[in-house]
């Protein structure tokens, strides 16, 4: 059977539930997400590396609590009374230095608290690795439970590039996800790069994506069957 052809359209990330690809490097994350509701102190950080999925599984949470989720530079720019009880905060650690947004933040997390809501913050690294400057903020932080997103497993790095592939709307075979994800590091920047490189070849050649064009796009050899 031909392999799909690559077209041009529109990329759409998936974000819901059950696109969310559970392995034993992401299921102890999901789990405390899930019990959202016995957060201590109504607060969670998520932690991992770019790529990792946070924005993926902070939006699963938010669709299960109901919750409102913007990027932590937003912050400044938002009414914050009118986020409601539940709010996620993306890339928190990157507010970090910038008095106004870490004040921003502050008094976030004290209405959350005054409502008996959920604050959902997510980061590269722990809280007590942020150079906070408001030491109000920092204490705060601190205190926050932690839920990790672990490097990926073969398994999960595999789904991860389907779901990549899948987001440009393409349908790559199984033999060709496994090839690359044993091929490049183990990450998911790693992955997000590989299925960028390999689309934009496939396009420029108008090719199906194969085994060949895959080590062409990776500057790998080719291997000896497609």
């Given at each position: 059977?031909?392999?799909q052809?690559?077209?041009d359209?529109?990329?759409?990330?998936?974000?819901?539930?059950?696109?969310?690809f559970?392995?034993?490097?992401?299921?102890?994350?999901?789990?405390?997400?899930?019990?959202?509701?016995?957060?201590?102190?109504?607060?969670?950080?998520?932690?991992?590396?770019?790529?990792?999925?946070?924005?993926?599984?902070a939006?699963v949470?938010?669709?299960?609590?109901?919750?409102?989720?913007?990027?932590?530079?937003?912050?400044?720019?938002?009414?914050?009374?009118?986020?409601?009880?539940?709010?996620?905060i993306?890339?928190?650690?990157e507010?970090?230095?910038?008095?106004?947004?870490?004040?921003?933040?502050?008094?976030?997390?004290?209405?959350?608290?005054?409502?008996?809501?959920?604050?959902?913050?997510?980061?590269?690294t722990?809280?007590?690795?942020?150079?906070?400057?408001?030491?109000?903020?920092?204490?705060r932080?601190?205190?926050?439970?932690?839920?990790?997103?672990?490097?990926?497993?073969?398994?999960?790095?595999?789904?991860?590039?389907?779901?990549?592939?899948?987001?440009?709307q393409?349908?790559?075979?199984?033999?060709?996800?496994?090839?690359?994800?044993t091929?490049?590091?183990?990450?998911?920047?790693?992955?997000?790069?590989?299925?960028?490189?390999i689309?934009?070849?496939?396009?420029?050649?108008?090719r199906p994506?194969?085994?060949?064009?895959?080590?062409r796009?990776?500057?790998l050899?080719?291997?000896?069957t497609?």
């Open positions: 059977m031909a392999e052809l690559t077209f359209l529109p990329m759409r990330e998936a974000l819901g539930r059950e696109d969310f559970v392995s034993e490097a992401n299921a102890v994350a999901l789990a405390a997400l899930d019990d959202w509701p016995n957060w201590p102190q109504g607060k969670m950080a998520l932690i991992g590396p770019p790529g990792a999925g946070k924005t993926h599984l939006h949470w938010a669709a299960e609590a109901r919750a409102r989720i913007l990027p932590a530079q937003a912050l400044t720019r938002t009414d914050l009374p009118t986020l409601g009880p539940a709010v996620g993306e890339d928190a650690d507010i970090a230095g910038q008095p106004a947004a870490e004040e921003a933040l502050f008094h976030l997390h004290n209405l959350t608290a005054a409502q008996g809501g959920r604050l959902l913050l997510t980061a590269k722990p809280p007590n690795r942020w150079p906070l400057t408001l030491p109000d903020l920092a204490s932080m601190q205190a926050t439970a932690l839920a990790r997103l672990d490097p990926p497993d073969d398994a999960l790095l595999t789904a991860v590039l389907m779901k990549l592939f899948a987001d440009r393409l349908a790559v075979p199984p033999s060709v996800l496994t090839y690359v994800a091929r490049i590091d183990r990450s998911f920047a790693a992955a997000r790069v590989a299925v960028e490189r689309d934009a070849l496939a396009l420029a050649a108008r994506i194969t085994r060949p064009l895959a080590a796009a990776l500057d050899e080719a291997p000896d497609p």
